[in-house]
């Protein structure tokens, strides 16, 4: 959710900006729900995109089951010496049907879902945060949980925890496992 300005709003999609007041001025707001997108039924799509194979998102020697909607999705780690971030990218582009048919020429984001012109600041809060900050990507203000951070940060992020061994996770990555990261 984040503010826009009258262009914007005007030749949005219907439903994906609203007008709110606060604090004596009123706001054209890019609010949108990516119902069936959560961190949780992301993940589960993810792992079940990933196919009755060795998942390229998770690390091998890792097994494990992640429970979610009443189903069990079991997962059993890539092939090979580490997870590979460029098939793993495949396979989340496919859960999240980036490229899907949109409603609009351009600004769409997943799913068809038209994502807004962008913001020039994204705030990162619980999950998102402490997930970047525990994997080194960001560089954050000590006890503030205020800092900056790029799509390219997160992505050379990505590629480093996916180049990781398992068994290196409790030297690099020591305030979270590999259980909490992969599945």
């Known amino acids: 959710m984040y503010a826009v300005d009258e262009n914007v709003a005007a030749n949005a999609p219907e439903g994906y900006v609203r007008k709110l007041s606060g604090g004596g001025a009123t706001y054209n707001v890019y609010v949108h729900s990516y119902l069936g997108y959560g961190l949780m039924a992301g993940r589960a799509a993810t792992l079940d995109e ?28 890539s092939e090979g010496p580490s997870a590979d971030f460029g098939e793993c990218a495949q396979v989340i582009n496919r859960a999240m049907r980036v490229g899907a048919a949109c409603e609009v020429d351009s600004g769409c984001s997943f799913n068809g879902e038209w994502g807004g012109p962008g913001a020039d600041e994204v705030y990162a809060m619980s999950y998102l945060y402490e997930r970047v900050d525990q994997a080194k990507a960001g560089s954050f203000l000590p006890n503030e949980g205020v800092g900056r951070i790029t799509p390219a940060d997160l992505a050379k992020a990505a590629e480093q925890v996916c180049s990781t061994p398992l068994d290196d996770f409790p030297s690099l990555y020591p305030e979270v496992g590999p259980v909490a990261l992969f599945t």
């Open 50 to 77: 990933g196919g009755n194979r060795a998942h390229p998102c998770i690390p091998p020697n890792h097994e494990s089951t992640f429970a979610y909607g009443g189903k069990n999705h079991y997962v059993v780690g």
